[in-house]
Structure formats: structure tokens, C-alpha cells
């Protein structure tokens, strides 16, 4: 892997960590709550291992929401399943939305640089010049008053 996308995906996961704390509620994964209204079912592929947790959280598209500390929606953290996963994002209403994903694979809470994986709605490319942090723009997608799937692949160092 080159260093300008090693260094970016270090970045990258140091975003989608995310606070210990924060204003958005922690949510368990009922995917029941993507039968209707506004949700998201992410289809996560590329897990690399099946140990630690996968942590799923939900911003508002919006450059002052998007990967902000404190401003995530809500936050959906599951053992992980290497391989694919899908997890069930409920809403709080139609909107832009971007959606952002952790996998800790030890599970200790912690970004371990070499280990942990990351990836984001939309999918972005993750360079030199966005440091790991695409805008909201890249990883924006609009819910309506239905569930949208949406799929992410994981990506490691």
C-alpha cells in the first residue's frame, strides 16, 4: 500500500472513531426498524476478521455535522462477522445523510492504526488530498420517508 494512502486511512480512522461521548443516541442492530420510515440498511463488505466490534454511525450531510465530534445521529456497535455484514441505521427523518464505519478488530476501544479498518457511504477514495476525511459531499445520500441500502466496503491498512 502506497504511504499517501496509508497515512490518509490512518486519518481516516482516527475520524470515524468518534468520541467516547456524544450528543447521538447508541442504538442496538434491530433490523426490523429498516422494514419502514426513514432508515438505512448498510451492507458492509471486506471485513477483514471476525473479532472486535463494527461501529456504525450516522451524521447529517452537512459540513459543520459531517465527522464532527459530538455530532453524530446515532451509533450502532456489533460484534463483528468477517467477511459481509448488514446493519439497520434508523433516521430521524428524510434527509442527506452520510454514514460512516469502524471496525475495531480487537475490540479495545482504541484505533490501532495497523489493524482497524474504516469506510464510508459512497464509498470515497481516500487520498493525500482529503487526508482521509472526504468531504460530505462525497458521502452524502438522501433518505426518503422509505428505508435506502446503501452498501461500504471496509478498507485496511
Known amino acids: 500500500m502506497s504511504k499517501f494512502v496509508s497515512t490518509s486511512l490512518c486519518v481516516l480512522l482516527l475520524a470515524v472513531a468518534g468520541p467516547a461521548s456524544a450528543e447521538g443516541q447508541v442504538l442496538s442492530n ?13 451492507q458492509i463488505s471486506g471485513l477483514k476478521a471476525g ?24 451509533r450502532i456497535e456489533v460484534p463483528a462477522r468477517a467477511g459481509s455484514m448488514t446493519v439497520c441505521v434508523p433516521l430521524p427523518a428524510a434527509g442527506t445523510y452520510g454514514i460512516a464505519v469502524r471496525h475495531d478488530v480487537n475490540g479495545n476501544g482504541k484505533t490501532d492504526l495497523s489493524a482497524d479498518g474504516g469506510g464510508m457511504s459512497n464509498n470515497p477514495s ?8 472526504p ?5 452524502a445520500f438522501e433518505v426518503g420517508n422509505a428505508p435506502k441500502t446503501i452498501s461500504i466496503t471496509m478498507k485496511y491498512m
Not at 126 to 133: A, C, E, S, T
Not at 135 to 139: A, D, H, W
Open 126 to 133: 481516500i487520498n493525500i488530498f482529503n487526508l482521509g476525511k
Open 51 to 74: 473479532t472486535g466490534k463494527v461501529r456504525v454511525q450516522s451524521y447529517r450531510a452537512t459540513p459543520s455535522d459531517w465527522l464532527a465530534k459530538g455530532r453524530w445521529i446515532s
Open 30 to 42: 434491530d433490523l426490523s426498524k429498516c422494514q419502514r420510515g426513514p432508515s438505512t440498511l448498510v
Open 135 to 139: 468531504s460530505y459531499k462525497k458521502t
